[in-house]
Nanobody
Framework: QVQLVESGGGLVQAGGSLRLSCTVS????????MGWWRQAPEKERELVAN???????NYADSVKGRFTISRDNNKETVYLQMSVLKPEDTAVYYC???????????????WGQGTQVTVSS
């Protein structure tokens, strides 16, 4: 059973910073892409940032230059460093991982439970 455990959310004032972490546990062969998505009230879930197994990254236009995604393969953890936070960044942030696991020849798609980020003005 693969699980994703997120941490680091909270309440912060506009202009502040937060760092989110997501650690993968369970029986896996390899992790491909790791990413962060977010969903604000009454809005669709959207990609924030993604990082491939080779370290290539991509970001939503709205967070470029403010957020940085990174990963530690030894710890099977992905991070999202968020700076210069804005009230419009308020959302539940979800970790998403694509991984190969025993018993399946295909990449499997896993999501974390979500962590709330609230930015006050």
């Amino acid at each position: 059973q693969v699980q994703l455990v997120e941490s680091g959310g909270g309440l912060v004032q506009a202009g502040g910073s937060l760092r989110l972490s997501c650690t993968v546990s369970g029986s896996i062969f390899s992790i491909n892409s790791m990413g962060w998505w977010r969903q604000a009230p009454e809005k669709e879930r959207e990609l924030v940032a993604n990082i491939g197994s080779g370290g290539n990254t991509n970001y939503a236009d709205s967070v470029k230059g403010r957020f940085t995604i990174s990963r530690d393969n030894n710890k099977e953890t992905v991070y999202l460093q968020m700076s210069v936070l804005k009230p419009e960044d308020t959302a539940v942030y979800y970790c998403r991982v694509m991984a190969l696991v025993p018993g399946s020849p295909f990449q499997n798609d896993y999501w974390g439970q979500g962590t709330q980020v609230t930015v006050s003005s």
